[in-house]
């Protein structure tokens, strides 16, 4: 075992004994990663495409069973205990962090999930509002745990399930946070929680939710910059740029009967009937077609080893976040500049949805200061 792996498996040990200490019994333990993405920025809410890697920083979720209807839930993270009653659990949001917990549990019931009286501890090491997709690894976890406790509450004879759906849970997470906690985020973060594999990338149709791992080349590494500007794209500007790429596919589809989204419209399309589009819907399309073609590029490039192709991709990319669909800022803006002159650096760009969170380099690994903190 390496270090890592042994460093890891000391705190999940260290988890348990925790949760004996808070709950009297011995836990199941469940753990999701956080992300970067390597290209294919808002895309996966216009059914488009993108490569995001799972990183080394997770939430854990400790699961045992109740015996009475409580669903009760301690955050190390927060030093705080909260408790709710399955039958009433509370009808909307309320923007505390067990938000993400009850989206979960509301989900899993509408689902046909039947949910016993849980205890759960939650832990993580995922900064929140650094774009490496926090929610998505509590709502992972949180799921593979709740699903564990509901097999505990059901005659397992009557179960056919070994291992659960890792499809079907991203989705009900999506689920949780779109319809739950207010962000209508695409499918990416969930899914890559559920799949995402060490050293690989996930190519993933969002639309068909085909996908591919790919090998990064034992020589790069990825390198995570955090500009520590606190992003949450529950705020209104996440929900504002999905709304205009919807006014842009449902003016264009006059034009373009078949397109369901801008997963279907291509740079000639655009081109032809971009005219029709308020100038800002106009740009917002011309970001979300171009990067849906720029990750189909980086992917052949990845598969050929062509990482100078794959770099100029992201800071393609880069660009069009911050020029068509202004989702940078400043800060990310320099960080990009600033890697983007040193030695080693194949590409780079924001990563996640925006407006602060961090940056993402491809980097020759003699070039990277070893820390297997958040690497893959
Ligand atoms: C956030 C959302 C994702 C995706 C990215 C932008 O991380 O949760 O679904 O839209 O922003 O690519």
Not at 116 to 133: I, R
């Amino acid at each position: 075992m390496d270090n890592a792996n042994l460093a890891v498996e000391n705190s999940a040990h260290a988890l348990g004994q925790r949760f004996v200490q808070l709950f009297g019994e011995s836990p199941r333990i469940y753990q999701a990663p956080g992300r970067v993405n390597l290209i294919g920025e808002h895309t996966d809410y216009n059914d488009g495409f993108v490569m995001p890697a799972a990183i080394g920083l997770y939430t854990r979720a400790s699961v045992a069973a109740r015996l009475d209807r409580k669903l009760v839930i301690h955050s190390e993270n927060y030093s705080e205990r909260v408790e709710f009653d399955l039958d009433h659990l509370p009808a909307t949001r309320s923007g505390h962090w067990s938000d993400y917990v009850i989206g979960v549990v509301k989900m899993l019931g509408r689902s046909g999930e039947t949910l016993g009286g849980t205890n759960l501890l939650v832990d993580g090491n995922v900064p929140q509002g650094a774009g490496l997709s926090s929610s998505a690894s509590i709502e992972v976890a949180v799921g593979y745990a709740l699903l564990d406790s509901a097999d505990q509450a059901t005659d397992r004879t009557k179960l056919d399930r070994t291992e659960p759906d890792r499809t079907k849970l991203a989705l009900l997470c999506q689920q949780a946070e779109n319809e739950f906690v207010g962000a209508r985020c695409g499918i990416m973060d969930q899914f890559v929680a559920s799949y995402g594999e060490r050293g690989k990338v996930l190519l993933l149709d969002c639309r068909s939710l085909e996908y591919r791992q790919l090998p990064l080349p034992g020589d790069v590494a990825l390198a995570m910059c955090n500009t520590m500007v606190k992003h949450s794209i529950a705020k209104g500007e996440y929900n504002r740029r999905r709304a205009e790429c919807e006014t842009g596919v449902r003016v264009l589809s006059k034009y373009l009967p078949n397109a369901q989204a801008l997963r279907d419209v291509t740079p000639d399309d655009l081109e032809a009937y971009g005219h029709e589009l308020p100038d800002i819907v106009r740009r917002r399309c011309h970001h979300v077609i171009g990067e849906n073609a720029r990750v189909l590029k980086a992917a052949a490039a990845l598969e050929l080893g062509d990482l100078q192709a794959f770099g100029k991709l992201m800071l393609e990319s880069h660009r069009s976040l911050r020029d068509d669909f202004e989702v940078s800022c400043p800060e990310l803006d320099l960080m990009v500049e600033l890697a983007e002159q040193a030695e080693g650096v194949y590409g780079t760009r924001m990563t996640g949805g925006g407006f602060g969170g961090c940056t993402i380099a491809l980097v020759q690994n003699g070039y990277v200061e070893a820390d297997s903190s958040g690497g893959l």
